[in-house]
C-alpha cells in the first residue's frame, strides 16, 4: 500500500497562490507517477496535472497550465502542487494520487492510490 496526504489548503484571495504537498509511504515513490485532480461541488473530478516517475515529464490540464507547477522530491516521497495567480474557480477539493503508469493518471483519471483531498477556497 502507498499512503498518501495531502496539505496545504485553505482560503485564499483571487489572485493568489497555496502551495499544495501530498506526502507518501509504504512504497518505493519513484516507481510511481503522480497527479494532482480536484473536485468542485456538485461536479465530477477533473485532471488538474501529472508527473512522470522521475519528475522529467509533466502535463497540464489546459485550465491551470502556465498557472499551476507540479514537481516532486523523490529524496523526500512527495510531490507538490504550486497554486498562482488563483481564480474563484479554481476552488475544490484537491486529490493527490499515484499509479506505476503515468497515461492512466493522465488519460483516464485513473489511480491505484488517492490521498482524502485538501480544500482550495478562492474567494473573489
Known amino acids: 500500500q502507498l499512503q498518501l496526504v495531502e496539505s496545504g489548503g485553505g482560503l485564499v484571495q483571487a489572485g493568489g497562490s497555496l502551495r499544495l504537498s501530498c506526502a507518501t509511504s509504504?512504497?518505493?515513490?519513484?516507481?510511481?507517477?503522480m497527479g494532482w485532480f480536484r473536485q468542485a461541488p456538485g461536479k465530477e473530478r477533473d485532471f488538474v496535472a501529472t508527473?512522470?516517475?522521475?519528475?522529467?515529464?509533466?502535463y497540464y490540464a489546459d485550465s491551470v497550465k502556465g498557472r499551476f507547477t507540479i514537481s516532486r522530491d523523490n529524496a523526500k516521497n512527495t510531490v507538490y502542487l504550486q497554486l498562482n495567480s488563483l481564480k474563484p474557480e479554481d476552488t475544490a477539493v484537491y486529490y493527490c494520487?499515484?499509479?506505476?503508469?503515468?497515461?492512466?493518471?493522465?488519460?483516464?483519471?485513473?489511480?491505484?492510490?488517492w490521498g482524502q483531498g485538501t480544500q482550495v477556497t478562492v474567494s473573489s
Open positions: 494520487a499515484a499509479d506505476p503508469v503515468l497515461i492512466r493518471l493522465r488519460m483516464f483519471g485513473q489511480a491505484s492510490y
Open positions: 508527473i512522470s516517475g522521475s519528475g522529467g515529464s509533466t
Open positions: 509504504g512504497r518505493t515513490f519513484s516507481n510511481y507517477a
